[in-house]
């Protein structure tokens, strides 16, 4: 079996996004609006997810989606899982940690997956034959493989937003963690599990998402040889708060949260 169409698809998708987001970026008339779950939206949001339902309806127009901006459209066995960029707080600010997020899900399992940051000039992506691989800035080609450390002194977290650990009522458990480890950082969003699968970062713990942040982490983290759960479970389609591991660490990670 081979995934090869399908990645090209994702990369021909990513590189229709790239176009949309990178002119936007730093304009000075970006719309911007505030959804009713008080997040960010902006015009390059919606004309990014646009642009990728375009390119499916003409090339994948039995596949389902799935996107951030616009909802659910269809019910197949293979679906599209798209945030449009997922940092748009980064990406109204200027600040250039933001991406593209794109997964093919089948049979409920995402399988395939790119994320995209041009404006930090990296991509990354997966497919579960070829393995998990990244472009560096220099258009160099590298494959992923996460890190083999295998006790939590030795380990580097990132863990996001402290205002989210803190409505979940988790961070007490993030506190006494940060002190047995080596080190904290909160990278954000997409980056720290792109990070993760680098080897450069060894647990990374998330609350308050939704499947379009999540699927097209799961198997560049998974392909890499990480793992990826629910902070408290097995990983589904409702799962809220993530935790994602070189695998080795997982299990103190997870009794760490219990």
Do not use: C
């Amino acid at each position: 079996m081979t995934y090869q169409a399908d990645l090209e698809l994702a990369l021909a998708l990513a590189d229709v996004a790239d176009e949309i987001s990178l002119e936007r970026f730093h304009a000075l008339d970006l719309v911007v609006e505030t959804k009713p779950d008080r997040s960010p939206v902006t015009d390059a949001d919606r004309s990014v997810e646009q642009g990728m339902k375009a390119l499916l309806a003409e090339r994948a127009p039995s596949d389902a989606i799935i996107g951030e901006e616009y909802g659910s459209a269809g019910t197949a066995s293979r679906t599209w899982i798209i945030d449009p960029i997922d940092g748009t707080a980064n990406y109204l600010r200027g600040v250039p940690v933001w991406a593209t997020l794109i997964a093919l899900a089948i049979d409920g399992k995402p399988t395939v997956s790119v994320v995209s940051a041009p404006a930090l000039g990296r991509r990354w992506w997966a497919d579960p034959i070829e393995g998990a691989f990244t472009s560096d800035i220099d258009g160099t080609v590298r494959k992923l493989q996460v890190s083999f450390i295998g006790d939590l002194e030795n380990a580097s977290i990132s863990y996001n937003n402290l205002q989210l650990w803190d409505q979940s009522g988790k961070l007490p458990q993030l506190i006494e963690l940060s002190r047995k480890v080596w080190r904290t950082r909160a990278y954000g969003d997409f980056y720290s599990y792109m990070l993760l699968a680098e080897g450069s970062v060894d647990i990374v713990a998330e609350h308050d998402l939704k499947i379009y942040d999540i699927a097209a982490l799961v198997p560049i983290v998974e392909v890499a040889g990480g793992k990826f759960s629910a902070l408290d479970g097995d990983l589904t389609a409702d799962t809220s708060s993530v935790l994602a591991t070189n695998g080795k660490l997982h299990e103190a990670a997870q009794k760490a949260f219990a």
